[in-house]
């Protein structure tokens, strides 16, 4: 067998993993955890409804534009491979490593806070926490060693029971009627500082949450049918995401006034307590491990595609596009488990890793979508098995609305801009040395 076909990633995955997929890796403790603090920063039912639908819009517009640029390209690592195609190598190469780091960072804090929630349900293995975690990383590990198959239907079993459960939520919500909601007074004072300020570091945990979305797009290469399976599962999948999270906020604003919700750090928890008693917060704290699992794993599946991607085009170690007989490059998914190891031990706070993944995603989002016009320019005559729907206007406007969204982030997150500058400044030696040696 030659090497070039030994290394090949194969065409295993179809529509229902790449659904699986675009909600497991959306859907996490995110949408459990954050609508307190949005409530404490907005204090307005009707802004914070606007501001998760105006999330959901600018990701169906995102959807838009990816549907035609992952099925032109249909290559494992996403947005690298049309930001390298259109705007040059060292773009590409940029763009792919700032990918990687947000979508490596996840695992290894989705292990510590599934092992905090064991606890919570196991309280005899508090002193067990980090040896939880990190066994919890290795049998992710073997899981994805054996094959990509058997990471698919982990993905799916676990997404579908991840919907049930926040379907469950959200209708036990709207059947109580314990308490009437006082009604919410309207916030004239929308044009503060403050509120502004508010408002873009809301808009950033909201992206935070819906970050995952394009997840489909890193395994196309592995899709039996791209062509037809990626816009539908982008589009379908947004949908339904869209739609949990709204009716997950509305639905907690039913059984909570905003001011109680408010001074809540897990909000879902508090309202079950309400719904459910004091067995209320293991019931959420089961659903938050489904989806944690869920994510995990979805986490667990995309860095290694990312690096395989890199490492076929020289910006990582040529070992990186080792390919098992299961599909799964094996090399790749080992140095991002070790990755996620590491970080196990030296992670940051839920926040500070939430609003930095949405800060560079929103970065390689609008770089993806200025390729998409570019690619449109230079390459007229390329293979386009989907076109974006209004184009250009649908894509002019996703990048207008993140260059929008990236000077708000700035504005309320001065020390992760510094961070991504510092990550830019150090990655253009880097690419000189790699290129040079390539």
Same mark, same amino acid.
């Given at each position: 067998m030659s090497d070039s076909t030994k290394n090949q990633l194969k065409k295993t995955l179809g529509l229902s993993f790449n659904i699986a997929v675009l909600i497991g890796g959306t859907i996490g403790v995110g949408i459990l955890r954050t609508p307190g603090t949005i409530a404490e920063m907005l204090n307005n039912y009707w802004l914070i409804l606007a501001c998760w639908l105006f999330g959901g819009l600018y990701v169906l517009l995102g959807a838009n534009s990816y549907s035609e640029l992952a099925t032109m390209l249909p290559k494992a690592g996403g947005s690298y491979n049309y930001i390298k195609r259109a705007l040059g190598e060292?773009?590409?190469?940029?763009?792919?490593?700032?990918?990687?780091?947000?979508?490596?960072?996840?695992? *290894?804090? /989705?292990?510590?806070?599934?092992?905090? /929630?064991?606890?919570?349900?196991?309280?005899?293995?508090?002193?067990?926490?980090?040896?939880?975690?990190?066994?919890?990383?290795?049998?992710?590990?073997?899981?994805?060693?054996?094959?990509?198959?058997?990471?698919?239907?982990?993905?799916?079993?676990?997404?579908?029971?991840?919907?049930? #459960?926040?379907?469950?939520?959200?209708?036990? #919500?709207?059947?109580?009627?314990?308490?009437?909601?006082?009604?919410?007074?309207?916030? +004239?004072?929308?044009?503060?500082?403050?509120?502004?300020?508010?408002?873009?570091?809301?808009?950033?945990?909201?992206?935070?949450? /819906?970050?995952?979305? +394009? *997840?489909?797009?890193?395994?196309?290469?592995?899709?039996?049918?791209?062509?037809?399976?990626?816009?539908?599962?982008?589009?379908?999948?947004?949908?339904?995401?869209?739609?949990?999270?709204?009716?997950? +906020?509305?639905?907690?604003f039913h059984v909570l006034p905003i001011e109680t919700l408010a001074k809540s750090n897990l909000a879902a928890a508090d309202v079950a307590k309400i719904l459910f008693g004091e067995s209320g917060a293991k019931i959420v704290t089961v659903i938050s491990i489904f989806s944690l699992i869920s994510i995990l794993n979805a986490f667990m599946m995309i860095?290694?595609?990312?690096?395989?991607?890199?490492?076929?085009?020289?910006?990582?170690?040529?070992?990186?596009?080792?390919?098992?007989?299961?599909?799964?490059?094996?090399?790749?998914?080992?140095?991002?488990?070790?990755?996620? !190891? !590491?970080?196990?031990?030296?992670?940051?706070?839920?926040?500070v890793l939430f609003s930095f993944a949405a800060f560079i995603s929103i970065i390689v989002w609008g770089l993806a979508y200025y390729s998409l016009i570019k690619l449109r320019k230079s390459e007229p005559d390329m293979t386009r098995p989907?076109?974006?729907?209004?184009?250009?206007?649908?894509?002019?406007?996703?990048?207008?609305?993140?260059?929008?969204? !990236?000077?708000?982030?700035?504005?309320?997150?001065p020390i992760g801009f510094a961070t991504i500058v510092g990550i830019t400044i150090v990655s253009y030696p880097l690419f000189l040395v790699l290129k040079k040696k390539r």
């Open positions: 060292y773009a590409g190469f940029l763009s792919g490593w700032y990918d990687y780091i947000v979508n490596a960072i996840p695992p *290894a804090f /989705y292990c510590i806070v599934i092992s905090e /929630y064991t606890i919570i349900l196991f309280p005899q293995l508090a002193n067990y926490s980090t040896v939880i975690s990190i066994s919890l990383l290795i049998a992710f590990v073997l899981l994805h060693l054996s094959g990509v198959k058997n990471g698919s239907v982990i993905q799916q079993i676990t997404s579908f029971l991840k919907v049930i #459960c926040f379907v469950a939520l959200v209708l036990a #919500c709207f059947l109580y009627s314990g308490v009437e909601v006082p009604p919410i007074k309207t916030d +004239n004072s929308i044009f503060q500082i403050g509120l502004i300020f508010g408002f873009f570091k809301s808009l950033q945990l909201i992206i935070g949450t /819906y970050n995952g979305w +394009n *997840a489909v797009c890193f395994f196309a290469e592995e899709n039996d049918n791209p062509s037809k399976n990626i816009p539908k599962s982008l589009y379908s999948g947004v949908l339904l995401v869209v739609a949990i999270y709204i009716l997950v +906020n509305a639905a907690f860095p290694p595609r990312i690096l395989y991607g890199l490492s076929r085009d020289g910006f990582f170690i040529e070992k990186g596009t080792t390919v098992n007989k299961g599909g799964t490059p094996i090399v790749a998914l080992l140095i991002s488990s070790l990755f996620s !190891l !590491l970080l196990i031990i030296f992670v940051g706070s839920f926040e989907y076109r974006s729907f209004w184009y250009p206007w649908s894509t002019i406007i996703a990048i207008i609305v993140s260059v929008g969204l !990236l000077l708000g982030f700035i504005y309320s997150d």
